[in-house]
């Protein structure tokens, strides 16, 4: 069965850093891209960033120089750290595998149940 299981999201002051995981199983995490996509309250999805399976990384331009993917794929894990938060990256946020800038349930090959982060003061 496959699964991805995110973890790490919370409640962050604004300026804040938070790092996102995304525990991956049954699949070979190893070969696929991987992508974190993220839906703010009221909102649609949004492709955030992806890391290619030799490690090439790609970014949003709302997140591009304050967030950072990167993968263990011995660990089968994908992370996402988040710095400098702003009360606009208010949302769920979502691991998939898949082509990069995978966006949807359906456009995606897999994905997670996701993880809430919510920038406030």
């Known amino acids: 069965e496959v699964q991805l299981v995110e973890s790490g999201g919370g409640l962050v002051q604004p300026g804040g850093s938070l790092r996102l995981s995304c525990a991956a199983s049954g699949f070979a995490f190893s070969t696929y891209v991987m992508n974190w996509i993220r839906q703010a309250p009221g909102k649609g999805l949004e492709w955030v960033s992806g890391i290619t399976a030799g490690g090439t990384t790609y970014y949003g331009d709302s997140v591009k120089g304050r967030f950072d993917i990167s993968r263990d794929n011995a660990k089968y894990t994908l992370y996402l750290r988040l710095n400098s938060l702003e009360p606009e990256d208010t949302a769920m946020y979502y691991c998939?595998?898949?082509?990069?800038?995978?966006?949807?349930?359906?456009?995606?090959?897999?994905w997670g149940q996701g993880t809430q982060v919510t920038v406030s003061s």
């Open positions: 998939a595998a898949g082509r990069l800038g995978c966006w949807s349930r359906s456009d995606c090959d897999f």
